[in-house]
């Protein structure tokens, strides 16, 4: 299913096959792809190997780079970041190898100070990443692709000293979210940066059909319900002040909120009591804005963050009709006993290699606000009775799902029975072929040598003629 190849250097382009998914060729022991779209969103590929493999003790971290093919096309590219050697309690020596996708070269770049100017999402990206490319070799460079996030007002943007790939994370994801994108057009690298991402599937996530396990987790760590509001460094009057204190007072609203330099949601703090945090806007100077802005954030304060893990069948592995699921994607997830259904992206799908078949996803990570949260707790309890009521009607539906969940299991464990005798019809094709080549180059030959034969009668009926003339 899926094909591994290592290349020596950027400049290999052949590069060595370590595992072929047919049967035949070189395997790896195991091997654990997770692709994200988490902060940065770097993929990750972690396998290991015997001393059978072509590659044991020959590879090097930064240096190697490494692709994944599967039958629609390359579907991850990167490098080794590191590797180990182990023997087992058995005696066998083993390889891991860790690998990061292109993202990562952005920590191979560091940042100069730049002063603070209005500046649009597009210009500030596009300024970093040429700062980037004028330090790293050719293969590395990432060139500006599309933008789709924006901010409705003018913002002033700068940077400190730093890697890249943290001033990105720091200025743009943290701050305005959205999803960074990297792809590849002509041998060149392009980071798009969006606002959306992935569509909308009708492909269900459910109980008995391609859903085996699944847990819901809320997350309230981010609760805050009064928030403190910093704007940017202020100017020291104090020269030599200025130059041997590191830290600086910064722009507050108190002179424009009743003395207070905070803003709090009373309904939270009715519920929850004073949960205090600082929310930074460094690039604000005026008081009214930094006010106004910190109210908008309030308002639109996300504060549970919900994540469903799941592990899944890849049914479109088993059947054409299903779709492969891809990360990025939107899928309706079902599951009365957990929650009522909600259409959630997959931000994390994790594969082992070996057994394509069972892959866990991480979907969601959408960040609800409390209101939200109670009204839809509310219609889960419904939801709930609801199932609860027809269950006790009938048991058959428990008979029913278990039927429907193991048909799912038996039609998994066929898929490495259909792929091997896939490559063996393959492998027979691929021989009656060469037979055909075979029986085709004789036929030519002896075709070639009637034409000789009959080249050759043709001039002996001639010499006779002439013979009997005489």
Known sequence: MYRVT??????????????????YGNKVNSGNLELSLEGLGISTFEFSINVNNPIYRKTEPIINLLTISDRNGQLFKGRVASISNTMNGEGHFIEKILCEDQKAFLYDSTQKYMKSTIMTVSQFLGKLLNEHNNQVENYKKIYLGT?????????YRGSDYGKTAD?????????????????EKNGQLYLDYLAEYGATS????????NLKSASREIDISELATRIVL?????????TTDAQTNQFRPKTTIESVNDGKNFLEDASLVKKFGVIQSIVDFPN?????TLKRRGQEYLNNQRLMLVTWSAEVIELGLLDNRYEIIKLGNSY????????????LQVIEKKIDILNPQKIRLTIGSGKKTFSQYQLEYKGMQQTLET?????????RTIDGLKAQAQQLEEQTAVIPQFEQSLNEQKQGLEEQNNILVEQKELIQTQEIKLTEQQTKIEELFTLIKELQKK
Request: avoid cysteine; charge should be negative; glycine fraction near 6%.
């Open 332 to 343: 309706p997830v079902s599951n009365p006993y957990l929650y009522e259904k909600e259409t």
């Open 6 to 23: 290592l290349f020596k250097d950027a400049h290999d382009k052949k590069g060595t096959v370590i595992h072929e998914p047919a049967n």
């Open 387 to 395: 199932v609860k009521t027809n269950v006790g009607a009938s048991s």
């Open 167 to 183: 001033i990105i994370k720091n200025q743009l994801l943290d701050r305005l979210g959205g999803y960074l994108v990297l792809r």
């Open 147 to 155: 933008v789709t996030v924006t901010e409705s007002e003018k913002v």
């Open 202 to 209: 009708n492909t269900p996530l459910q109980i008995a059909r």
């Open 230 to 238: 910093t704007g940017k460094d202020l100017e020291m009057d104090d």
């Open 284 to 288: 604000i100077t005026d008081k009214n």
